[in-house]
């Protein structure tokens, strides 16, 4: 069975620093994928990222990095330089099947709250 | 892009009463598409996977004959909440496995959700 722990139920933070979020999977399958979503007070869910479980490579996007460590199952989210616009939940997500248009088992989310 | 319409985005019904949510693909055709509950302060949970043409497989827990869900045509998807009451009070969210796009790489495109109260 797949599972996603997201540890940190809340994290608050004043403007400008930065933060990591942590995301800690299990699953059996050798193929999987890895999503992070953002959730505004809207509700809506807004896409991230999405990674495979054969790239393990870090990436970076604007104030936006990930951290994938498939040895400690971890695939961690950092923002730099935090905004108050960064506050919203943040889900991470694993999708077991090998086509990634897939069911999701979503982590427990992680409620930033940027301060100014 | 790939765009998913859900509607309505809220609904505050009687006890009793059924609630019909939408869930359309406005420029893909969507086999499949997944509902999500998700309670206060919670996470999402799936609960049932809509195939179109065919029955929904729903997880283990969720009441087929209390969540119904119709899937046909290639571009919506309904939920429906009969008899609802009070704990079935929930943001409903779908998602629709589409084509995967070049920039983001994203493949599965959620609706904006629905939340759901009932008195």
């Known amino acids: 069975a797949q599972k996603v722990t997201q540890a940190q139920t809340e994290i608050s933070v004043v403007e400008k620093e930065d933060v990591t979020l942590d995301c800690v999977y299990e699953t059996r399958d050798t193929t999987y994928y890895l999503f992070w979503y953002k959730q505004p007070p809207s509700g809506e869910l807004v896409f991230l990222i999405r990674r495979n479980s054969f790239d393990e490579q870090n990436e970076i996007s604007g104030r936006y990095s990930w951290n994938f460590q498939k040895s400690t199952s971890s695939f961690n989210f950092t923002i730099t330089a935090s905004q108050v616009v960064d506050s919203a939940v943040y889900f991470c997500?694993?999708?077991?099947?090998?086509?990634?248009?897939?069911?999701?088992?979503f982590g427990g989310g992680t409620r930033l709250m940027v301060k100014p | 892009g790939a765009v998913v319409s859900q509607h309505p985005s809220w609904v505050i019904c009687k006890s009793g009463t059924s609630v019909k949510i939408e869930c359309r693909s406005l420029?893909?055709?969507?086999?499949?598409m997944f509902w999500y509950r998700q309670f206060p302060k919670q996470s999402l949970m799936l609960m049932a996977t809509?195939?179109?043409?065919?029955?929904?497989?729903?997880e283990q827990g969720v009441e087929k004959d209390k969540f119904l869900i119709n899937h046909a045509s290639l571009t919506l998807s309904t939920l429906t909440v009969t008899s609802a009451h009070p704990e079935d009070s929930s943001f409903y969210i779908c998602?629709?496995?589409?084509?995967?796009?070049?920039?983001?790489?994203?493949?599965?495109?959620f609706g904006s959700g629905t939340q759901l109260s009932v008195l």
């Open positions: 420029d893909f055709q969507a086999t499949t």
């Open positions: 998602s629709a496995r589409g084509p995967t796009l070049r920039a983001t790489n994203e493949k599965l495109f």
């Open positions: 997500a694993l999708s077991e099947e090998d086509n990634a248009g897939n069911m999701l088992t």
């Open positions: 809509s195939n179109e043409g065919s029955k929904a497989t729903y």
